[in-house]
């Protein structure tokens, strides 16, 4: 009997359907836990490849900070040395109050002083002296290491300090004393420039400078202490032996005012030069006495040192036939103003003149100074004591 809920299936194939059967392909061996899904790795063999990505980024992290550190190591060591090597060489820096180290590290960088001022501020935190820093003016030298320069801080150097002023320098000398001192260039010039009120410069022409003035000694001073001051304390100084030992007034009664005596005690002072006693030689006074003895009669001073004076001022060869009012050789009457800046002795020597009446002088190869009274004795000393000296006069 026919099942009535039985539905006959509809379009059915009127021939039979081969299914085809692939066989079975021979096993390779790999575990099903270990086959790609999807074209991907799967199983136990991507764990091992990412222990081996960690293990790499680990050594490459290591590496890196080991490479980091050495590299950060040397610059700290390298930006803590001393800047320079001349220990002569000392740098006025004023430390205001409330400066941090940061900002002190800045100045001292910014002063030529240290090489980083972001290696002193790591120094002063390292050490433990980040507080212990104190203000004050200081003369700190390039070739002392950053943490030399912060002992210096924290100890509060700020002791005095001396400053040599030779006789017979010239202003171009002493301004290169200033900034061997560690004096700013800048400021060093603009005291040189400046007007001070002092009886020393009585007579002196308002357009003349410092040359001659700058008197020459040992001077002690605290940090801090202006250009203009040092130059106000060799001119008080000046004034002092000047008066001490009634030289303006032995100027006055050879004929000559303070500015002239100042001019004329310059030359002696390069012709011969400053003995170690405060007493004038015999020939410092002799030949101030030639000079007396020339400009009375009208000669020429025909001093050699005053022709070398300009010519180096003005950068040029020492030509005895140079062109200018400093060059006694060719000009009558004293140079235009001093030369050097004359000591204790040629200031007496000045003063006080020797008696004799000598014309002519010269020193020999020997460092001799030889006198004469007339132009053929004075030929005569050249020839038997000045052929080397004299040659090229």
């Not at 935190?125 to 507080?131: C, H, V």
């Given at each position: 009997m026919r099942n009535p809920f039985k539905k006959a299936p509809k379009d059915l194939p009127s021939e039979p359907v081969l299914i085809p059967v692939v066989p079975a392909q021979p096993s390779t061996g790999t575990p099903i836990a270990q086959q790609p899904i999807n074209g991907q790795p799967s199983g136990l063999k991507p764990k091992k490849s990412v222990k081996k990505i960690i293990t790499w980024t680990v050594a490459a992290i290591i590496t890196f900070c080991v490479a980091s550190g050495l590299t950060a190591f040397l610059w700290f060591n390298i930006q803590i040395a001393p800047l320079g090597t001349d220990k002569q060489k000392l740098i006025v820096v004023k430390v205001d109050p409330g400066s941090t180290p940061k900002q002190i590290g800045q100045l001292l960088q910014g002063h030529s002083v240290i090489r980083s001022g972001l290696a002193f501020d790591i120094y002063t935190?390292?050490?433990?002296?980040?507080?212990e820093l104190q203000a004050g003016t200081y003369r700190l030298s390039p070739a002392d290491s950053t943490p030399q320069i912060v002992d210096h801080l924290v100890k509060g150097d700020v002791d005095q300090f001396s400053i040599t002023f030779l006789p017979g320098a010239t202003v171009k000398q002493d301004r290169q004393v200033l900034i061997d001192a560690g004096y700013n260039p800048l400021e060093i010039d603009l005291a040189l420039a400046d007007t001070y009120d002092s009886p020393l410069f009585a007579n002196k022409p308002?357009?003349?400078?410092?040359?001659?003035?700058?008197?020459?000694?040992?001077?002690?001073?605290?940090a801090g202490t202006s250009v203009s001051d040092i130059l106000k304390r060799t001119f008080t100084q000046f004034y002092s032996v000047l008066t001490a030992n009634d030289i303006i007034a032995g100027m006055k009664a050879q004929g000559l005012n303070l500015y002239q005596g100042i001019t004329l005690a310059s030359i002696v002072q390069k012709e011969i030069g400053s003995p170690a006693s405060t007493t004038p030689t015999t020939d410092q006074k002799q030949v101030a006495q030639v000079f007396y003895s020339r400009l009375n009669a009208g000669m020429n001073l025909g001093s050699d040192v005053?022709?070398?004076?300009?010519?180096?001022?003005?950068?040029?060869?020492?030509?005895?036939?140079?062109?200018?009012?400093y060059n006694t050789r060719r000009y009558a009457g004293l140079p235009p103003g001093p030369i050097s800046a004359p000591g204790i002795t040629a200031l007496k020597a000045v003063a006080a003149p020797a008696t004799t009446d000598y014309l002519f002088f010269l020193s020999g190869d020997d460092n001799v100074t030889y006198f004469a009274h007339t132009d053929a004795e004075h030929q005569a000393n050249i020839k038997a004591h000045c052929a080397i000296k004299c040659s090229s006069l």
């Open positions: 935190r390292i050490s433990g002296k980040r507080g308002k357009a003349a400078d410092l040359e001659g003035y700058i008197y020459g000694e040992t001077y002690n001073f605290t005053t022709y070398q004076y300009i010519a180096d001022k003005l950068g040029v060869a020492r030509d005895p036939n140079l062109d200018s009012p």
